[in-house]
């Protein structure tokens, strides 16, 4: 999987499943740029890599401000050139403000909405035109398993997910004439920080509800969106793949 000549962008790439893919493609030779609120922990993992870090383009900004993104766009292009890869990573159900729907606030789901959802199409919008006229782009969108297994507590998360699934296969049908694949990652339980908040026992469920029998890394769901970004998958685009131990199965 030849990347050495790819530029890759990878939305929310400042830590977890972002920075490890980040992370992947900067070991396989690309010049990746990222947009995140906090690049603090991609930059520590760089320190040790001066090789990588002069690869890579780091700029603190809030994906779902339409002026940041296309400001960060403006400098990518400018400083990298054109985008051959786009990871829509960002996004993130309600967390501590989550709840059942029943007692749920309207303003809570557009917030998650707006940053699982419609950060992906703002960013693919940005993008798709210049991949059609070059006649190649791969686009991997974040949905999440509990977009299938429709969790009790999240129902806009799930929401927004089923939706980034929608929205990837209608873009894929859009663009598969023009040489630009479009696919979505669906992570189940991955172990990043947001994990290390849970209760152990959730995590035990968790584990239990998982016929793999344990939980995934980021880096784990980094080689699932490295295939899919690559020459070899040409032939793939349209799908959603589950990356959750068997959890949910398609």
């Not at 900004?61 to 296309?70: L, M």
């Not at 917030?111 to 703002?122: C, H, K, N, P, Q």
């Not at 977009?147 to 799930?158: E, I």
Request: glycine share 10%; hydrophobic share 45%; charged share 20%.
């Amino acid at each position: 999987m030849g990347f050495e000549q790819r530029i890759a962008v990878v939305t929310g790439g400042g830590q977890g499943i972002g920075a490890a893919t980040a992370l992947d493609f900067l070991e396989q030779g690309a010049r990746v740029a990222v947009l995140d609120l906090d690049c603090t922990p991609l930059f520590q993992q760089l320190a040790g890599n001066p090789d990588a870090a002069a690869r890579c383009l780091c700029i603190a900004g809030d994906c779902t401000d339409a002026t940041v993104v296309a400001s960060f766009f403006d400098c990518v292009e400018k400083d990298m050139g054109a985008v051959d890869i786009l990871f829509n990573n960002v996004g993130q159900s309600a967390r501590e403000r989550g709840s059942l729907f029943t007692e749920s606030d309207e303003a809570v789901w557009r917030f998650v909405i707006e940053v699982s959802l419609l950060t992906a199409m703002r960013a693919s919008r940005r993008i798709a035109p210049g991949m059609k006229a070059r006649g190649f782009g791969r686009i991997v969108n974040m949905s999440t398993d509990a977009a299938f297994a429709g969790d009790v507590g999240l129902a806009d998360y799930a929401a927004a997910k089923m939706g980034v699934v929608g929205f990837t296969r209608s873009l894929a049908r859009e663009l598969a004439p023009h040489g630009v694949t479009v696919n979505a990652v669906c992570p189940g339980a991955i172990r990043t920080r947001a994990h290390d908040r849970l209760h152990p026992e959730v995590l035990r469920k968790i584990v239990a509800d998982t016929p793999a029998g344990f939980i995934g890394t980021p880096e784990d769901v980094a080689a699932t969106v490295r295939f899919l970004a690559s020459d070899e998958a040409r032939f793939i685009t349209g799908q959603t793949l589950l990356i959750d131990g068997g959890r949910w199965m398609l």
